[in-house]
């Protein structure tokens, strides 16, 4: 598709091709994962705009309606473990996705742990780290990741790129060396792996929400800790996904940002 025909909405993409070739590229079918990872709602069979955000909620959705976009994919989804009711707060998400006829795609374990796509993956790549290995075993399957930061690396300079490039406001752990040197990456909900960097000689734990219980863990253990945020620690997965989709299809993808205070 060129540029004319993106720019006046023509062309489209069939919804099931999308579907598989993430299914593919994401490997889903790889971790044992809460989330029923995949097409969650089904919406229109062609797709000439697909918008991509963090959560599912009706925000998003209606963000996504409003933008003409035929796709939502999501990193957190509206379907965990199973539906046992279609009540509530779900049957008004639902409704609202088959009365907008929105596909909604999620990806959520797959994509945390993703080699280049992937959360993690990509904030690596952002702190610029070398050497990157598996880090944040999860059900036997590393989400996260570990590796070495460039020569020089200190825990604020850490801080401050994180905030700048990530948009957020850092929660900081300071009790290790200013100086760092390894660093350990889990995104969202990753507090409960400090135990593992400990364990590692990390010297600089990066994750999304705070923990009560890490203060004195990290401070005994003398380790530098800090919380960037559940929302805005998993921002990047979904964006590399758009960009990969836009490429792949010639279609045009948008990043719907609707942040949370976590």
């Known amino acids: 598709m060129n540029r004319k025909q993106r720019q006046s909405g023509q062309g489209s993409v069939d919804r099931n091709s999308v579907c598989e070739f993430l ?6 079918a790889a971790v044992n994962d809460h989330s029923c990872n995949g097409l969650q709602v089904q919406g229109a069979a062609r797709v000439r705009r697909i918008g991509l955000a963090v959560d599912a909620c009706l925000e998003t959705f209606r963000r996504a309606s409003e933008r003409s976009c035929g796709m939502l994919i999501v990193h957190h989804g509206i379907i965990w473990g199973g539906l046992t009711t279609i009540t509530g707060p779900v049957y008004t998400q639902v409704r609202y996705l088959i009365d907008h006829d929105l596909n909604l795609f999620a990806a959520h374990l797959p994509l945390d742990l993703h080699p280049t796509l992937g959360n993690n993956a990509q904030l690596a790549r952002l702190l610029g780290l070398k050497g990157i290995r598996p880090f944040g075993l999860y059900k036997g399957v590393a989400i996260g990741c570990e590796g070495t930061a460039r020569p020089g690396t ?3 300079g850490l801080v401050d790129t994180l905030c700048r490039r990530l948009d957020t406001a850092c929660t900081v752990l300071p009790f290790g060396e200013e100086a760092v040197r390894r660093i350990a990456v889990v ?3 990753g507090a409960g792996e400090l135990a593992e960097a400990v364990g590692k000689g990390i010297d600089c734990f990066i994750t999304g929400e705070p923990s009560h219980e890490n203060y ?9 800790v800090i919380y960037a945020g559940h ?6 997965g979904v964006a590399a996904i758009g960009k990969l989709l836009e490429k792949k299809f010639g279609i045009e993808t948008m990043f719907l940002d609707v942040p949370t205070a976590i």
Request: aromatic share 4%; charged share 25%; glycine share 8%.
């Open 23 to 28: 299914a593919r590229t994401l490997n889903l």
């Open 154 to 156: 200190s825990r604020d």
């Open 187 to 189: 995104s969202g909900g």
């Open 216 to 224: 004195h863990a990290a401070l005994e253990a003398k380790i530098n």
């Open 231 to 236: 929302y805005h620690t998993e921002k990047a």
